[in-house]
């Protein structure tokens, strides 16, 4: 096997067109598939980094019957947008949409460019992104590399290569780019390691080699060991962080506050929290710290969310307020599902607020 000047090996020759070839008879219809347009394959691609296929075809629908084409969605209100998009999580990826639709609007025309380097200078849009934009909507010949093509490209090649560094992901994009084809099949191509990668030659367990197209030309297959590889280095253990979360209410209405523009959850809507633990006392004297006359206190559900890096262990009290302070937005359970973009990390109090405000008159 041919090394790239990189420690990856170069693909195998045939290996593109046993693809091509499997992915013509193997190829699941998906909506974004339909009408391959560069708006949707790029609304579809960014979707796909928050979650499965099949819990993406809904949004997927939904956002482009709302928002068909690159001048509504850079026209797009900002609570609207971000309704779309509740419950994907990482919502500055719907931000970044809109900002990239906005400059397509002003310097290319209203349509994405024909161009991977001028793809990857868009926000939000990365190698990954431009590569599939590029080969899917404009045949060029430009691979995608995601989490999928590179596990089934190191078990192909048998390499034990980081698969978590920079520099294994440029590596494979170079060999795979080096017999690229251009036109339809570029697509196609682009589809048929994803598709692979998702359905065969799986994440965890066992791949099916027994039914893979590149089972004859797999290193690691031939190694008898597949699931040996991809080689990734341990990952660095997530921060756990202690988190309060302090649901006040008020004549039928609960508080909810504005997160700032940038960071974590940035410009979404949050019952009010603050780090660390308190116990009830604590509460009392953080409510009145909010200029709160508190008439009860009750110790809610805890709860813990998981994002990429950080965790938040978060325990709830309920406060029945004697008015509304000026410090928060006060929403009805109705109004708060219906209009505010309240992320998920919330759900487990967002999901009974009738029964938290009925709790307390
Ligand atoms: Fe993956 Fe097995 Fe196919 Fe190799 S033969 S690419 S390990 S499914």
Not at 50 to 64: D, G, K, N, S, W
Not at 165 to 192: C, D, F, H, I, M
Not at 286 to 307: N, P, Y
Request: net charge neutral; charged share 25%.
């Amino acid at each position: 096997m041919v090394k790239t000047g990189s420690s990856v090996p170069s693909c195998p020759e045939g290996a593109h067109e046993a693809l091509l070839s499997w992915f013509s008879q193997n190829a699941r219809t998906m909506p974004w598939r339909e009408d391959p347009t560069s708006y949707r394959v790029w609304l579809s691609e960014i979707m796909l980094q928050q979650t499965r296929i099949e819990a993406a075809m809904p949004y997927y629908l939904r956002f482009v019957k709302e928002l068909p084409d690159v001048a509504a969605l850079a026209s797009v209100e900002d609570g609207v947008l971000m309704k779309l998009w509740q419950g994907l999580g990482y919502y500055s990826r719907a931000r970044n949409l809109k900002k990239t639709a906005q400059i397509l609007m002003q310097d290319f025309g209203g349509n994405l460019p024909a161009d991977v380097e001028a793809l990857r200078k868009l926000p939000g849009i990365g190698e990954y992104t431009a590569g599939a934009i590029a080969s899917i909507s404009f045949g060029l010949p430009e691979p995608a590399v995601d989490g999928n093509v590179l596990r089934v490209y190191m078990r192909l090649v048998a390499c034990t290569e980081d698969v978590m560094a920079q520099k294994t992901r440029r590596a494979v994009a170079e060999a795979l780019r080096r017999s690229y084809p251009s036109g339809e099949a570029a697509g196609r191509l682009t589809q048929a390691w994803m598709e692979l990668g998702e359905t065969v030659c799986v994440p965890n367990g066992t791949p099916k080699c027994e039914i893979c197209p590149l089972q004859g030309l797999c290193g690691a297959f031939r190694c008898g060991h597949p699931e040996r590889y991809p080689v990734r280095t341990p990952a660095k253990a997530r921060r756990a962080e202690e988190r309060t979360v302090f649901l006040l209410c008020c004549d039928g209405k609960i508080a909810l506050r504005r997160r700032p523009e940038n960071g974590l959850l940035a410009g979404l809507w949050e019952f009010p929290n603050e780090s660390g633990y308190r116990d009830e006392e604590a509460v009392r004297c953080w409510a009145l710290s909010q200029g709160i006359t508190v008439l009860d206190v009750v110790a809610a559900e805890k709860s813990r969310h998981i994002f990429s890096h950080i965790e938040w262990n978060m325990e709830g009290w309920l406060i029945r307020c004697a008015t509304c302070s000026e410090n928060f937005t006060w929403a009805t359970p109705a109004q708060i599902r219906g209009e505010y973009a309240v992320p998920s990390a919330f759900r487990t109090w967002k999901n009974r607020l009738e029964s938290l405000v009925g709790y307390l008159n």
